[in-house]
């Protein structure tokens, strides 16, 4: 199999959308932010270019705003009527970028021995014997001219900055270490630096990948294929709907959004019936709403009275509310993730779950469990039970509630 990077997280981010683009390639038009993400990138490919000389500041911006020119016309505007503003807020975004990195990075300070330097990475899958092939294009490398030191660094145009030690098991920076040392094998791993400059922040994010660090990424890349692999032979793509869909060219072909993009003038039979309960089904959402929040109110209200009186039941005309409490655990995952990854068992967790983090909690060390223990958080909820008075004596007709 042949894949990529940016593929692969295609496919982690919504199965669908991996399909549609990778296997069916069904093209879509260019969004802003892949428009804007390009033309700054090729930007600073362009700053770091000697020819025979580096480019000045006012060339590089001028190659800027000519490429938008270019481009803007491809762009699918979200907004038509917006196009203009939206337009000029991304050119004077960029140019802030632009004038920013370069006060802070001139080109004559580094020895970028490659720019958009494409590669193409071997990995073997020894359960299965196949070899896949992982593609890409590496922003930047640089050569540090008094060692045999390199740093890989790649531009982001996004604006959350990850911390540094969720960067020791990143998926992209391990597979371009890989491809270096794959590459030049009288090279360590420990002699490559990799890099994520966040350019709407000015600041870059670095770490170093140890070869234990290089294994999990070849099996996490390995287990990530095989999972493409079968979902490709069962023909199985689910749509995941995220935050991201706001930016996906996809979303007239997806049953999640297919609705709000069907034509207007070809409604379906039963459209009408549907408006309706849509109509009646928001409004009864907007009363229940309503009508959770006077409990929660009323709740605070009970409870702030046993809290002040020690009572834990109190009683009406109506009946009685009992209360109980109930312990809850819950562990801090920003604290929790890199001692599991050290551990090698993140893979096991994946995700902020307790259940499958006690599962994997008996395969560490003293050390790493009482740091997961340390890690953890306990609260107590109070449960509100309602009964009322026609089963005063019945407790199996309740009303039970978590605060």
Not at 126 to 153: N, V
Not at 158 to 175: A, R, T
Not at 372 to 383: C, G, M, P
Request: with cysteine; glycine share 2%; charged share 35%.
């Amino acid at each position: 199999m042949r894949t990529s990077y940016s593929a692969l997280d295609t496919f982690k981010t919504c199965p669908l959308q991996y399909k549609l683009q990778n296997i069916d390639k069904i093209k879509t038009p260019k969004s802003p932010e892949q428009v804007f993400g390009t033309i700054v990138h090729d930007a600073l490919n362009f700053m770091f270019t000697r020819d025979p000389l580096y480019p000045t500041l006012d060339e590089v911006i001028n190659r800027y705003i000519a490429m938008w020119k270019s481009a803007a016309s491809k762009i699918a505007w979200r907004d038509p009527e917006r196009k203009d503003a939206e337009e000029k807020m991304y050119v004077e975004e960029g140019l802030a970028i632009l004038k920013s990195f370069a006060k802070k990075n001139s080109p004559w300070n580094f020895n970028a021995v490659e720019l958009e330097s494409r590669f193409s990475l071997d990995i073997v899958d020894e359960e299965t014997g196949e070899t896949h092939t992982l593609a890409g294009i590496m922003d930047r490398l640089d050569k540090d001219p008094d060692s045999s030191r390199y740093e890989i660094i790649d531009y982001k145009t996004g604006k959350k900055m990850p911390s540094v030690e969720m960067l020791e098991d990143n998926l992209q920076l391990g597979l371009y270490s890989l491809v270096i040392v794959d590459r030049w094998p009288h090279i360590t791993p420990e002699d490559v630096t990799v890099s994520l400059y966040y350019l709407k922040h000015n600041e870059k994010v670095s770490t170093i990948m140890t070869r234990e660090k290089l294994e999990r990424t070849k099996r996490h890349i390995l287990t990530m294929i095989r999972e493409v692999e079968k979902r490709t032979a069962e023909d199985d793509f689910p749509p995941t709907p995220s935050a991201l869909c706001g930016w996906c060219g996809f979303r007239a072909l997806c049953p999640m959004w297919a609705h709000e993009y069907r034509k207007e003038d070809q409604p379906a039979p039963n459209e009408d019936e549907l408006r309706q309960a849509l109509t009646d089904f928001f409004a009864i959402k907007d009363l229940e709403d309503a009508q959770k929040k006077r409990v929660a109110a009323l709740k605070d209200v009970i409870n702030r009275y046993m809290d002040a009186q020690g009572f834990e039941r109190v009683f009406s005309s109506d009946g009685y509310v009992t209360r109980s409490a109930q312990e809850r655990v819950t562990y801090d995952m920003e604290k929790v993730e890199p001692i599991l990854r050290t551990a090698g068992v993140w893979d096991d967790v994946l995700a902020p779950d307790k259940k499958k983090l006690e599962e994997v909690f008996e395969k560490l060390g003293d050390n790493e469990q009482q740091k997961i223990e340390e890690a953890k958080k306990v609260s107590i909820s109070k449960t509100l039970r309602l009964s009322k008075k026609k089963v005063l004596d019945e407790e199996d007709e309740e009303d039970t509630a978590t605060e």
